[in-house]
């Protein structure tokens, strides 16, 4: 049982580039999250998903899309990297709104 | 919204207590408790769901009061591996994203 998988670990990207994070879960849970986490700002919701085709705008979505096509996989996308997206993210997911999320390991991307 | 915690942080003793508390302006559905360790993910702890069902952690004990829209977490007779940064995240009555709070960071000294 992997739980969370988020990849890569680390990315180092230039401003305007564009790139993938992956995560995907192995649980059958139904909602899955990305958040963005820099210090002092807690955990912010970037966008978020409650099944397959089903996804929404969290608190700070602008520069970054998603999709959900399979109950596994959530990937977040880039468009334009700019300095400001540096931060570590994490993908989380639950079986729903009564439990728990399980968080992956995280990404720290830097934008140069 | 993000809700609000406080303290920002906490430095205590082993063996003593702590509170933490967490705040929303809008009407919740439940509220979760998170640990995280520096540089490691947050780990769920507990959740609180509105009716006064309490689900998780068996020995870090919180309260839900549904009409003040708060929460609380109490740590007691706190040991070492209590340090951390805390999170609460909360669930509004009207949508299903888990919002977090800025956190508390936790250290207990021997």
């Known amino acids: 049982n992997a739980g969370v998988t988020q990849t890569p670990k680390f990315q180092v990207l230039k401003t305007g580039q564009s790139m993938t994070l992956q995560c995907a879960q192995d649980?059958?849970?139904?909602?899955m999250s990305w958040y963005r986490q820099d210090p002092g700002m807690g955990l912010r919701l970037i966008h978020y998903?409650?099944?397959?085709?089903?996804?929404d705008q969290g608190e700070v979505p602008n520069g970054y899309n998603v999709s959900r096509s399979t109950t596994e996989d959530f990937p977040l996308r880039l468009l334009s990297a700019a300095p400001s997206q540096t931060s570590v993210y994490f993908c989380a997911s639950s079986y729903g709104a009564d439990y728990g999320y399980t968080f992956g390991s995280g990404t720290r991307l830097t934008v140069v | 919204q993000q809700p609000v915690q406080s303290p920002q942080a906490v430095i205590l003793r082993e063996g003593e207590d702590a509170v933490i508390n967490c705040s929303s302006s809008k009407a919740l559905y439940s509220v979760h408790w998170y640990r995280q360790k520096h540089g490691e993910a947050p780990v769920f702890l507990m959740i609180?769901?509105?009716?006064?069902e309490q689900k998780g952690h068996d020995k870090i004990s919180a309260s839900f009061n549904e009409k003040k829209q708060q929460s609380s977490l109490y740590l007691t007779a706190s040991q070492l591996s209590y340090s951390g940064t805390y999170f609460c995240g909360a669930y509004s009555n009207s949508g299903y994203a888990l919002n977090f709070g800025k956190g508390t960071s936790l250290l207990v000294t021997p």
């Open positions: 998903s409650v099944g397959a085709g089903i996804t």
């Open positions: 649980m059958n849970h139904e909602y």
């Open positions: 609180l769901l509105k009716g006064g």
